[in-house]
């Protein structure tokens, strides 16, 4: 019983979100048009690279594709706790505590909302790609599992910043924290592969950064195919990701609901 009423909670909780997300378009519509930005731009000033005989040619398109999905799920995590931020100004959650509603439904809610629209996002990231050339070496199986590694990312950068907007309540706070992880991305294998950076912090920055394994799953699944190692260590880094953050989430709702 209490676990049909979860699923109710969720469903209705996340159609909320989703509906407030249609009607806002541009909380993500800005964040598609940056990741576009990093496809097209970067492509063109620093494509030359692929003629190194470390990269063999390849298509950088390809190369520089999960960059730009991995700006999505950035900007996927900051819009999709809006509604959350919102719920907690107006005192919305105030009134939702008379009701026995899941904390965690509460939070997931804004979670899935999330990650349909990088689901989205991604969709057509890959598709844009495709026509300008791209070929994902590992076909329909490898696209899925694309989306899936970024899904994982996705979840673990919302859940960060779910928790940002419950213990702040504050739009701003949680469109600033965001900002933490676009370092991230330039500290990662982001224009060049491993074994071409040379400065060693750059390089150590690179080898326990988080983001270099999701990059490096995705790279794997388009350019060279089925890469056990690779695709793993990716999913590993996005699944404790999420159990982390959706954790630490969770365990703020109740605190920030409670104390309402």
């Known amino acids: 019983m209490k676990k049909t009423m979860l699923i109710l909670d969720i469903i209705l909780l ?10 806002n378009p541009f909380v993500y519509i800005p964040n598609f048009i940056m990741s576009l930005f990093f496809l097209f731009v970067y492509t063109a000033g620093v494509g030359a690279v692929t003629n190194l005989p470390t990269l063999e040619g390849v298509n950088y398109i390809a190369f520089i594709l999960p960059v730009s999905v991995v700006s999505a799920a950035i900007g996927a995590a900051t819009g999709a706790v809006e509604t959350l931020v919102k719920d907690l ?9 008379l009701t026995p509603t899941s904390r965690l439904a509460i939070v997931l809610g804004s979670i899935i909302t999330g990650m349909i629209q990088l689901v989205l996002q991604s969709t057509l990231l890959i598709m844009i790609a495709m026509l300008m050339g791209v070929r994902i070496y590992s076909g329909i199986g490898g696209f899925m599992l694309i989306l899936l590694l970024v899904t994982g990312l996705g979840l673990a950068f919302t859940g960060y910043a779910a928790t940002v907007a419950l213990v702040t309540k504050s739009s701003q706070a949680v469109q600033m924290s965001t900002m933490i992880f ?18 060693s912090w750059l390089r150590i920055a ?6 270099t394994y999701i990059f490096e799953g995705m790279r794997a699944l388009l350019i060279r195919g089925w890469m056990p190692s690779h695709i793993l260590y990716g999913f590993l880094v996005g699944f404790i990701g999420s159990v982390i953050t959706i954790t630490i989430a969770t365990m703020n709702a109740r605190r920030a609901f409670d104390g309402e």
Request: hydrophobic fraction near 45%; charge should be positive.
């Open 14 to 23: 996340t159609k909320r979100s989703l509906i407030g997300s249609i009607r």
């Open 89 to 97: 100004e107006s005192g919305y959650f105030a009134r939702l505590l």
């Open 182 to 199: 676009f370092p991230m991305l330039f500290l990662s294998t982001t224009f060049v592969p491993l074994d071409l950076i040379e400065t």
């Open 206 to 211: 690179a080898i326990i950064n988080p983001t």
